[in-house]
């Protein structure tokens, strides 16, 4: 599948390792199966890049694939220029951090974290210095010499990104290395990756998560990964962007319900007003949005959904109002009130307004919302007017 490749060229040691590119990657099991197709990435120095989307896209097969645990059924992997898609994952300057823990169980700390650099031959001066970095800079200096069954989940893993630094890579690889911690931990752990990043700008890294706040918190890029339907015709990335890039203006309805909690509602309708604004009467409850993307003369009477998201909507009296229905269930946690409108048709999602603070029982009341022209966002056909 892929054209003729240059010949495979070791990463030498102490070269600088930070550049990725992905030319047409992709992924096929078996010469039948598809997983992934298209893959088109720059990854620069310093960035960290989180791969996010459903189960079954293929985030952790495509950082397999980086890491050289997958073979790459088509196209080109760079790293600073070289093509390495032969070249064996150990020569590729890389080093990745599983879900699992995989420590050791009878060796320490200290003989976990410099295990590969005995491996590797260094002098035991450039292994104990290397610990010594590396575990001041995770905070497990004081646990050097106990064993892994003496520690919490959150200092095992923090073990576990510990042997990788020890090795000086260049570019980390970290496959949900949070989700087997409570939630506490998690954020505990979150943190200290942050703060590990700002340690170490230089170094760049790609990390898969499920986590929606993991993923806005840490990365630099977020890259939205969607499972191939069978038709063939989808490509893998749905979008690549800041995080507020995606959350402010996603460029499908994929991405816009994928990213942000709870999801974006999206209403049907139809575009009565065209222009520098735009103006779409809802099928749901007679209201009508205004929104400031603009649309064609051609646009006009088009069947779109508006995409709302539940943070901005707005509750209001009067004629002038977006979308009105009755609550079904209100939750009140406190710093938001969430409510939860009866669905428009039975298959549809149920609308939901996230308002700030504390409110009265809204409970079975009927409840008009609006939204600022600036935060209504149109899709038609499943795309974003705003890219086209």
Known sequence: MSGPLQAPAKIREGETVANLKLTDVAKVYGGQVEVLKDINLDIQQGELIVFVGPSGCGKSTLLRMIAGLEKISGGTLEIDGQVVNDVPPSERGIAMVFQSYALYPHMTVRENMQFALKIAKKSQAEIDAAVSHAAEKLQLTEYLDRLPKALSGGQRQRVAIGRSIVRDPKVYLFDEPLSNLDAALRVA???????????????????????????????????????????????????????????????????????????????????????????????????????????????????????????????????????????????????????????????????????PGIHPNHRGQRIQLTADPSKVHIFRNGMSLLYR
């Open 189 to 355: 752990t979150r943190i200290e990756i942050a703060q590990l990043k700002e340690q170490m700008p230089e170094s760049t890294m790609i990390y898969v998560t499920h986590d929606q706040v993991e993923a806005m918190t840490l990365a630099s890029r977020i890259v939205v990964l969607d499972a191939l339907k069978d038709n063939g015709h989808k490509y893998s990335i749905a979008q690549v962007g800041t995080p507020l890039e995606l959350y402010e203006t996603p460029n499908s309805e994929f991405v816009a319900r994928f990213i942000g909690s709870p999801a974006m509602n999206l209403l049907p309708g139809e575009i009565v007003a065209t222009g520098e604004t735009t103006t779409v009467k809802t099928d749901a409850g007679g209201g009508t949005f205004v929104s400031a993307i603009p649309s064609k003369a051609d646009d006009m009477g088009a069947k779109v959904n508006i995409g709302i998201r539940p943070e901005d909507a707005v509750e209001t009296e009067g004629p002038d109002y977006a979308f009105a229905g009755q609550v079904e269930v209100e939750e009140r946690l406190g710093e938001v009130t969430l409510l939860y409108f009866k669905r428009v048709t039975p298959e549809a999602d149920p609308v939901i307004a996230k308002l």
